[in-house]
């Protein structure tokens, strides 16, 4: 059978760049990023979706790009830590927030982190529960940010290093 069959045109649009990619149809969102675009922010942890090392935002929403076939995403927006800078080369608030409060210590699993969090703004902002957001809380209305929700939020995240406490207060800052 020739080598073709197993491969596919996937169009990606990733950090606001139109990309097609000739892909193996086994290819993830994480080795189409890191192996044929070059962009090595999101990384390669535990390749079984329990570390958090990969999380990327497909069309606006935290996944983790080492579970994700790119095929099954033709067409979908992905934006990488590398993304997060502003049209001005300017770092996102959560970078600074980072920064600022030693939000990491080797650094591996940071932009990880960063993508998650700007994942867990937004999906509060819009109203998404989580484990701990109380039974009473209204329906679609924005989730406020308790440090139990940061937590929570962020709890797919894995940091060897024990940068939590900095990483929840990072989070903290931008939120005011």
Known sequence: MPTDAFRSEVSLTVNGSPYCLSLDHRTTVLDALREHLGLVGAKKGCDHGQCGACTVLVDGRRAN???LLAVAHDGAEVTTVEG???ADDERHPLQEAFLERDAFQ????TPGQLCSAVGLLAEAAAGHPSHVTPPGAATGAPVDLTRDEIRERLSGNLCRCGAYPHIVEAVEDVIR
Do not use: A, F, I, K
């Open 84 to 86: 997060l800078r502003g």
């Open 65 to 67: 790009s080492c579970l």
């Open 106 to 109: 080797c650094g591996y699993c």
